[in-house]
């Protein structure tokens, strides 16, 4: 089945250790995001890639950058976490054709601890 | 910008009851509207989905319409089931966005469903 990956589920860091987390797709989709989540909370918009392209949501912190090699992987990569950067980490990724986008398809996340 | 209000939760039912999860937005033209679950530890699930006005959308006996008038697409179940217990979002995405925006979600709270036998 066609499916958004996302790898480690789960993943410990220490505090300020570098940390990436893998999101891998067979839908051939254009577009990437990943999302934060905290609680319950409603996922927050981090950045996405359009193709190639990548954009950045304003209030993203410098913190977390993110790595689209190819058109079936995107990575998400956190410099120096801190304590308030545990959290689920949601990839999700949708068709973008001739300015109709489709619904985002979601990965079943990476939770973050960091102690 | 846009907005998405759900309807204040946690909502706890007993089985076999009838669900509604009330959802207002705010856009402007006609965004596609979306309601995502999400299950204890893992990813959204798209549940059902809108484009256009008066368009009813329907999955696992979830339905809702889209009510351009008042601006709502409130979810609705006949007969809950314990394995309903999860959290649901609405969420709206610019149709025929393109551009900038890509399609990008705009969320509301959110809100917990505890369904007991």
């Known amino acids: 089945d066609a499916m958004v990956i996302q790898n480690p589920r789960y993943q410990v860091t220490q505090f300020g250790k570098p940390v990436t987390l893998s999101c891998s797709q067979t839908?051939?989709?254009?577009?990437m995001y990943w999302y934060q989540q905290k609680s319950s909370q409603a996922p927050k918009l981090l950045f996405h890639?359009?193709?190639?392209?990548?954009?950045n949501e304003a209030d993203t912190p410098d913190n977390f950058q993110s790595r689209r090699p190819n058109t079936s992987f995107c990575f998400l990569d956190i410099r120096s976490p801190g304590l308030g950067d545990a959290a689920m980490y949601l990839c999700a990724t949708s068709r973008d054709q001739g300015g109709s986008t489709y619904e985002q398809y979601f990965g079943p996340g990476t939770r973050l601890t960091v102690t | 910008g846009d907005s998405v209000t759900q309807m204040e939760g946690p909502v706890t039912l007993s089985e076999e009851a009838f669900l509604t999860i009330n959802c207002t937005y705010t856009a402007t033209g006609y965004p596609s509207l979306f309601w995502y679950v999400q299950y204890p530890g893992e990813g959204l699930q798209l549940l059902l989905k809108?484009?256009?006005?008066?368009d009813k959308g329907s999955n696992k006996g979830f339905e809702a319409t889209y009510r351009k008038e008042t601006t709502s697409f409130h979810l609705e179940k006949g007969s809950v089931q314990v394995s309903d217990s999860a959290v649901y979002f609405c969420a709206l995405s610019p149709r025929g966005a393109g551009g900038t925006s890509y399609g990008k979600l705009t969320f509301g709270q959110g809100t917990i469903l505890t369904v007991h036998p």
């Open positions: 839908l051939n989709h254009n577009v």
């Open positions: 809108a484009t256009k006005a008066d």
């Open positions: 890639y359009y193709d190639k392209d990548f954009n």
